[in-house]
C-alpha cells in the first residue's frame, strides 16, 4: 500500500505560507492587490476550514455508521457556513474571531470523536494539532493589533 504521508505534510506546510503572508500584511499594516492582511487572512482561513471541514466529511464517510455520525455531519457543515457567512460581516477582525472559533470546533470534533473511531491514524491527527496551533496563533497575531 502506498503511503501519502510526505505529500500530505509537504502540502501542509506550503497551506501554511498564505497565512504567514497575510500575517505579515496585517502586522506591517500593508496590503496585496488592494486588500488588507486581515481580509486576505479572513478569505484564506474561510477556504482552509472549508477544506478541513471537507476531510472530516470524508473521514465520517468511511466509517461505520455510529450514532453520533449524523451530529457530526451537521456540526461541520454548521461550522464551515459560519465561516463562510462571517466574510459577509462588515468586519474583518469579527471574522478572524469567528473563523479561529470554527478551525478548534472541527478540531476539537475532530479529536474528540474522530480520533476514537480513526486511531489507526495517528500521524493525521498529530499534524492537524501542529497545524490548528500554528494557524490559531497566527490568528491571535491578525487579532493582536486591533484589540
Known amino acids: 500500500m502506498r503511503s501519502y504521508k510526505p505529500v500530505v505534510a509537504t502540502l501542509a506546510i506550503l497551506g501554511i505560507f498564505p497565512f504567514l503572508f497575510a500575517t505579515y500584511l496585517s502586522l506591517t ?52 457556513f459560519g465561516a463562510w457567512v462571517s466574510l459577509l460581516l462588515k468586519t474583518p477582525e469579527l471574522s478572524v474571531v469567528l473563523l479561529l472559533l470554527s478551525l478548534i470546533t472541527i478540531f476539537w470534533v475532530d479529536a474528540r470523536w474522530l480520533k476514537q473511531a480513526n486511531n489507526a491514524k495517528p500521524y493525521y491527527t498529530s499534524l492537524n494539532f501542529g497545524l490548528t496551533s500554528v494557524t490559531s496563533i497566527m490568528h491571535l497575531l491578525v487579532l493582536y493589533p486591533h484589540y
Do not use: D
Open 29 to 80: 499594516n500593508g496590503s496585496f492587490l488592494g486588500k488588507s492582511g486581515v481580509t486576505l487572512f479572513a478569505a484564506y482561513a474561510a477556504v482552509i476550514v472549508s477544506f478541513i471541514g471537507g476531510t472530516m466529511w470524508g473521514r465520517l464517510i468511511e466509517l461505520p455508521e455510529s450514532r453520533n455520525g449524523a451530529k457530526l455531519l451537521i456540526c461541520s457543515f454548521a461550522t464551515v
